[in-house]
């Protein structure tokens, strides 16, 4: 298995087909303002993207805008390294709490999140008029509370 890196990238629409083939719902027209705040890549030694994270503000709440790895490399804990990455990011910030819509629910759980009611959260992309929603995908809002 090849070697992987996370780095901090300013390039977010690269990430963006990597999200996608990750079955990512990923829409360009958001429902509300929502401001970039840090980007994560993963690449393996040939420069190819393997995963990603981003964290971004929306309606003055922390949100996971997307997260996700490469089927190959998911076991390699990389997830609980991007969001740990976020989490830090937050605390830098000063900020309490990140929301966002789990297509993994479990592994968010495992992570400290817990489910909350949508209408308590920002709201979030297409998700919830997405084609996929409720028959393969079975997505939940969930927030962690940072200390």
Known sequence: MKRLK???TS???SLVPMFIENRLE???DEP???DLVKCWSVTDDDGK?????VLAMRQGEYICDGIAVNPKYRKANIGSELLSLMVDEIRKRGGKS???VAR???FFARSGFSEVARDSAPIFFECFGCPQYGTECHPQ???LEIE
Do not use: N, S
Request: aromatic share 12%.
């Open 6 to 8: 996370i780095a901090v």
């Open 11 to 13: 390039d977010y629409d």
């Open 26 to 28: 990923f829409g360009m």
């Open 32 to 34: 509300v303002p929502t």
């Open 49 to 53: 993207i393997q995963g990603g994270a």
């Open 98 to 100: 990140l929301f966002l």
């Open 104 to 106: 993994a629910p479990g």
């Open 141 to 143: 809002v969930m927030k």
